[in-house]
Every structure is written in structure tokens, then in C-alpha cells.
Nanobody
Framework: QVQLVESGGGLVQAGGSLRLSCAAS????????MGWFRQAPGKEREFVAA????????YYADSVKGRFTISRANAKNTVYLQMNSLKPEDTDVYYC???????????????????WGQGTQVTVSS
């Protein structure tokens, strides 16, 4: 499994932006599907965005489409989540996730990812 460490969370006003980063260990990062999920207290973890191993294809939850952008830098073993036009309802703990494989259409459920980071808090004030 790969080890994942998120960073970049914080407090921002509504309408603002944040960029989350997720640094991965290991030499096979370029063969992993990477994802971002989020979870509020007492709620289930939900899918936010995913990117396939090559970076050619991305997937987004409807709630963030057009505002968030996922990208990856395989040479740096890092995946990013650029979050623009943030809303108070985007307040959550954001988790980076990884699953080995070169699927063009990967699974996007929590159960489809085997490695998880510790999470980073994003708080959007109104």
C-alpha cells in the first residue's frame, strides 16, 4: 500500500479558494487511481473527485463540478485538489485516497480505494 499525507486545508471565506495537496510514498504512484473524498461529523464519507493513473481522465461529484479541479504530478508523487468558489457547505474533513490500477473507468466508492490519508480540515465561513 501507499502512504498518503494531505496538506493545504484551513479556514477561508465563502467565495475563496484553497488548494489541497496529497503526497504519496512509493515508486508506483503513476499506476494508481487517486481520489478525494470528504466527510462531515456524523455523516458518511462522500466522493469528491478522482483522476486516473495517467491524468487523462477525471471524475467529479455533481456538487463540486465546475468549481473543483483534480490534477496530479506523477514525477512528484502528488495529487492536488484546487477548490474555487467555496461554499459553507464545502466545510468537511477532506481525505486523499489511492487504489492501484490503470482502469480508465475506476470505481468511485469509498470501498474501491484501499489507501487513505489522515485527512485535512477545510472550513468555509459565510
Amino acid at each position: 500500500q501507499v502512504q498518503l499525507v494531505e496538506s493545504g486545508g484551513g479556514l477561508v471565506q465563502a467565495g475563496g479558494s484553497l488548494r489541497l495537496s496529497c503526497a504519496a510514498s512509493g515508486r508506483t504512484f503513476s499506476s494508481y487511481t487517486m481520489g478525494w473524498f470528504r466527510q462531515a461529523p456524523g455523516k458518511e464519507r462522500e466522493f469528491v473527485a478522482a483522476i486516473i493513473w495517467s491524468g487523462d481522465t477525471t471524475y467529479y461529484a455533481d456538487s463540486v463540478k465546475g468549481r473543483f479541479t483534480i490534477s496530479r504530478a506523477n514525477a512528484k508523487n502528488t495529487v492536488y485538489l484546487q477548490m474555487n468558489s467555496l461554499k459553507p457547505e464545502d466545510t468537511d474533513v477532506y481525505y486523499c485516497a489511492a487504489e492501484p490500477g490503470r482502469a480508465v473507468v475506476p470505481g468511485l466508492r469509498v470501498a474501491d480505494f484501499g489507501s487513505w490519508g489522515q485527512g485535512t480540515q477545510v472550513t468555509v465561513s459565510s
